[in-house]
């Protein structure tokens, strides 16, 4: 009777039962997915093990298990590194700390938990200990630190096997974030769980809400209700700030943060979690869930939309090589990615009506540190800066920056906090240190007696059945109801650079101007870059020639989008005139940021009328990733209601063969062109131009077939895929419309060259785009045409 034993053994050496046998309270069985991963390594284990030390001598008994797709064999000396650097609390005793890892290790074991039997294995081997050690099961708890991808799966599988027999004995499953990426695949995610498991068995974690500080400031509300009810209003409150600012970048993470972003990452969750402890109606009874769940729910319906308008964001300079190097893209691949956001919501309740609150996050900023600030109206003057005239706050400061501990301070002129008997202190001995702006000596100061990991006090939430700290299903949903919109109008938008670290300067400051925020300075250029010799400034939209067509230039941002509205001119005029619009795409990643904005902002674009065909396409399979096509399809054509038989990609694979000459499949897409377009005159062509001076699929010496009938034909690029389908120069110059696109700065030296070279298709094969009867334009961004 092994954990008995143990339970006993621990009972007697903390000095408690004098010698009898203590009653177990029952046994749990505590399982980490994921169980030697980094989160895991680094919190999870420690928190755990602080639980067993605080639980195992009032009578609980336990079982640990490392869970991972490897086997056990490879795995189990990394498992036991990981438990054997954990750490006692300062409180318990050297030799007390010595039994207690030592049983710990004991205790725990590595299990592959990969495919259904697996599953039905631990499950059974949980039952045998239960039985054989006449152990009363107190419940099962399941902590999944893998990817949200997997989370159904796992947990149909802890369902249909890893349950608790006859239902005395609970089941608590541990998600981690993210927990989807917008409603609509948080709701799929939702639905699919809600299948294995029920609501309340679910603990969806946001580490933020285990910060102490953070789980303080619903009873610091409660604890000062009499001076904070007069002046927790718009009357009084000027502003609120949460503000988490870090100095490190995302390498190592890109795979993930690429997908996800600033917004997603931290605002959307651990930020917006922080705004409602500030904002929503301060329950009753703080223990009871279910109340504090309403008035959230309530709180989130109060808030009014976020829209483009409502937000700003930038990306650090060096994440674009980051991206290249850790997803392996080419240097012409481009991310939109924020790193950096500001975000200003507001409130339709008459409590907050009007008050600005500021959600800012980012990466490579200038420090470290996080707090929510309430910042409060001052209606004195002062001749001489007396002290009512100083600023009146209330900080809730996370940690870090350059107070280093985590606290809340309270200006002196507002009022003093009352500090309640048991975990916090008030401080009374202040360093010459400021705040905010203000030196320690101007707040009252309460931090807590003891500092206690995040992810230690969920797990000891988690083991007591307390629910106020993680996120329910209406929770979740309430939350990405509010910022799928925002995150939706920004897809397309191009974020700010900037250098990172202290040489960001004012690059990210911001202004408000009523319900909108926009950037404080107009100056987007990073380093030592000008124009004319002087710093390039307030340029919006430029307009002039380039090799005898239009040119319009502009930053990325303001480029996509008046490339976005010139193809909805082009198709409105279209269909006025003949009722068809003939739109033909190049892929590639230059357009992606163009795709999303038709997509998602162009609403009134007339899709329906609209014929999709392709400028050229690599020789894959139209699913493969590397397909022109699928990457439209992602971008854009999943997006927009589009009748399936107005979509045409090019014929690369027919009788499941690529691009074999004797299939035709050339002369078969330029007989559909000559079928469905009128005279093989598409009205609007996309084409962009690689650092060989490449377009469509048309190389350096390659096959362009110029001079001849030919409206498609099969080339060879230097690159893999090497075959390819194309549009000929005879097809392109048909068009009414031809917009060349070049974004970047790695494109500024072609864009030099290409202004002084004359027109030799053979060796600079974009200098044949030259329509017969239509015009050209060449959109350029900054970044290309100043370097």
Known sequence: MYATTLLLLLVLFAG????????????????????????????????????????????????????????????MPIFFSILKAVSCPKAISEGRCAVLKEQFLRLAQYRQLKSLDDYQDLAQHIEQQVQEEGLTEAGRLFYLSVPAFAYADIADKI?????????????????????????????????????????????RIDHYLGKQVVSKILPFRVENKRFLDPIWNKHHIERIEIVLKETLDVQGRIPFYDKYGVIRDIIQNHLTEVMALLTMRVPANLSDSEEVLQNKLRLFSSFLPLGKNQAVVGQYQAYRAEVQQELNKTKDHVSITPTFAAVLAHMDAAQYNGVPILLISGKMLDERVGYARVLFKNDMFCLQHGFHCKPKQIIFYFGHGSLQYPAIL??????????????????????????????????????????????????????????????????LLASWHLWTPLLESLAGSFPRVYPGGAD????????????????????????????????????????????SGNMVSAWAEELVERLA???????????????????????????????????????????????????????????DPQSNFHNIHQHVLQHVRIPYHNIHPMPVQLKQRLCVEEDGAALLYQEDIGRLVS??????????????????????????????????????????????????FGAINRAHRVALLVM??????????????KDESNKWPVTGVKPNNGTLAWYIDYDALLG
């Open 504 to 547: 960001n300067g004012d690059l990210l400051d911001v202004r408000l101007k009523g319900k909108e925020i926009g950037y404080e300075s107009d100056v987007v250029l990073v380093g030592p870059d000008q124009v004319g010799g002087a710093p390039a400034r307030n340029l919006l939209v430029m307009q002039g020639k380039y090799r």
């Open 16 to 75: 408690g039962g004098h010698g009898k046998e203590k009653q177990s309270r029952g046994h749990v069985s505590v399982v980490v997915v994921g169980g030697t991963g980094d989160l895991a390594k680094k919190y999870l284990w420690q928190g755990f093990f602080q639980l067993y030390s605080k639980q195992v001598s009032s009578g609980h008994t336990f079982s640990f298990y490392a869970g991972g797709q490897s086997h056990t064999d490879n795995v």
């Open 410 to 475: 309270v200006s002196k002129n507002l009022f003093k906090p009352s500090v309640t008997e048991g975990e916090w202190k008030e401080v009374m001995d202040h360093t010459n240190v400021n705040v905010l702006g203000s030196p320690l000596s101007d707040y009252y100061i309460q931090t807590p007696k003891v500092q206690r990991e995040a992810y230690a006090e969920l797990i000891s939430h988690i083991f007591a059945g307390h629910k106020n700290s993680f996120i329910s299903t209406e929770n």
């Open 679 to 728: 005279g093989s005159r598409f009205h609007f062509v996309l084409l962009g131009v690689g650092h060989d001076g490449h377009t469509a699929s048309l190389f350096p010496h390659g096959k362009t077939t110029d001079g001849d009938d030919s409206l498609v034909v099969l080339t060879e690029s230097p690159i893999k895929p090497h075959r390819r389908m194309s549009l000929t």
């Open 565 to 623: 509205a010139d193809i909805q001119e082009a198709a409105e005029v279209a269909v006025l005139q003949g009722g068809v619009f003939h739109l033909a795409l190049s892929g590639g990643a230059t357009p992606i940021a163009l795709f999303h904005r038709l997509a998602l902002h162009h609403f009134s674009f007339p899709w329906s009328d609209t014929h999709i065909w392709m400028v050229d396409e690599r020789c894959v399979p139209l699913a």
């Open 744 to 757: 970047g700065k790695t494109k500024h030296e072609l864009v030099t060259q290409l202004s002084r070279v």
């Open 159 to 203: 369902n249909n096997s890893c349950r608790p027999a006859g239902g005395a004995a609970w089941l608590r499953v541990v998600l981690e974030k993210p927990f989807g990426h917008d409603l609509r695949s948080a709701q799929v995610l939702a639905a699919q769980l809600g299948k294995a498991l029920r609501d309340e068995e679910m603990y």
